[in-house]
């Protein structure tokens, strides 16, 4: 079966320093990654995907993510943080089937920013 | 295109009790997708239908609860005799069902159990 693991269930930064959220993923063969954000009371917006072509993936709001079947993650950053960006994130997996079915999603990292 | 829309957004009842949600995907989305998540977790998929057929249940689905999607269009997701477990946010997604395809996600129905 299909799992991801996000280390860090709270994560705080400054605003305009680095963001990292980290991802991990188990399976077989190299899945499709995404990673969504959360804001509060609200549903889960795509940031970005990762569908076996390009290992370095650049999504909305200025967040990328790199592919790193060596290390089996997928960590999420942005360069500089910004207060619009506090949120809960989400990384999650699913099979490589060539169409999508359900996603497995991480228990979400909490992202703080703070002036 | 309006997006994925969900009603009720909020529902209280009591134990005991019938509750019916409701999704509308984005138009001429044929994958629909149901997930439930509870506070400080992940969604976590239930069922989802290609078109008017649903194709996969998870065991977290059931007895008690049962999902329609007639025509193929909207979808219903309902639990009967609720306990106070079901409390969550019920979150709904569609897909076009094409090759590496997106689910895009509606607001969610958050549901409290007393």
């Known amino acids: 079966a299909q799992s991801v693991t996000q280390l860090g269930s709270h994560v705080s930064v400054s605003e305009g320093a680095l963001v990292l959220l980290r991802c991990n993923y188990s399976s077989s063969v190299p899945p499709y990654l995404f990673w969504y954000v959360q804001y509060p009371n609200q549903g889960l917006q795509l940031l970005l995907k990762?569908?076996?072509?390009?290992?370095l993936v650049k999504g909305i709001n200025g967040f990328e993510a790199e592919f790193k079947k060596s290390e089996t993650s997928f960590h999420l950053t942005k360069p500089s943080a910004h207060m619009s960006d506090a949120a809960e994130y989400f990384c999650?997996?699913?099979?490589?089937?060539?169409?999508?079915?359900?996603?497995?999603f991480g228990t979400g990292t909490r992202l703080q920013v703070t002036l | 295109d309006t997006g994925v829309s969900q009603n009720p957004r909020h529902k209280i009842t009591k134990r005991g009790q019938n509750v019916t949600f409701r999704c509308d995907p984005i138009s001429e989305h044929n994958r629909l997708y149901w997930y439930r998540q509870t506070l400080g977790q992940g969604p976590e998929f239930l069922t989802y239908f290609q078109n008017e057929a649903q194709l996969e249940k998870s065991r977290l689905l059931s007895d008690r609860f049962s999902a329609e999607r007639p025509k193929g269009s909207f979808s219903t997701l309902e639990i009967q005799r609720t306990e106070q477990g079901d409390s969550a946010m019920y979150l709904c997604?569609?897909?076009?069902?094409?090759?590496?395809?997106?689910?895009?996600f509606g607001p969610g129905t958050r549901l409290l159990v007393l």
């Open positions: 997604a569609s897909s076009s069902g094409q090759y590496q395809e997106t689910q895009y």
């Open positions: 990762y569908t076996s072509a390009a290992t």
């Open positions: 999650a997996v699913s099979p490589n089937t060539g169409t999508a079915s359900k996603l497995t």
